[in-house]
């Protein structure tokens, strides 16, 4: 599976924005599917991640009821919909794959198949 991210720009805190990733391949619904960030100097850092059906989510602290991940297998994406942005949000975002996964595994080195960047900045 080959992955997109999109949907990254410019907000100012409280706002909003979502995120998707698109995924190439027939086998997109058995792939669970996981946002990373990673800010300037900073380690990439998990923020949510869905397992293949969609039945099991699971979020960082730093964006538990802020955030929600989801998906439509239908259209192979997932989308990451950010509400209540803070400046410390900033940050690239990238989406990636694990066959079978639940979405919880928090170390980037677990997945091999990542989606390119997408830059959220959220001004004060």
């Known amino acids: 599976v080959q992955l997109q991210a999109s949907g990254g720009g410019l907000v100012q805190a409280g706002g909003s924005l979502r995120l998707s990733c698109a995924a190439s391949?027939?086998?997109?619904?058995?792939?669970?599917i996981v946002w990373f960030r990673q800010a300037p100097g900073k380690e990439r850092e998990f923020v949510a991640g869905i397992d293949w059906s969609g039945g099991s989510t699971n979020y960082a602290d730093s964006v538990k009821g802020r955030f929600t991940i989801s998906r439509v297998n239908a259209k192979n994406t997932v989308y990451l919909q950010m509400n209540s942005l803070k400046p410390e949000d900033t940050a690239d975002y990238y989406c990636?794959?694990?066959?079978?996964?639940?979405?919880?595994?928090?170390?980037?080195?677990?997945?091999?198949?990542w989606g390119q960047g997408t830059v959220v900045t959220v001004s004060s």
């Open positions: 990636a794959a694990e066959l079978y996964g639940l979405g919880r595994n928090l170390s980037p080195s677990e997945y091999r198949r």
């Open positions: 391949g027939r086998t997109f619904s058995s792939y669970a």
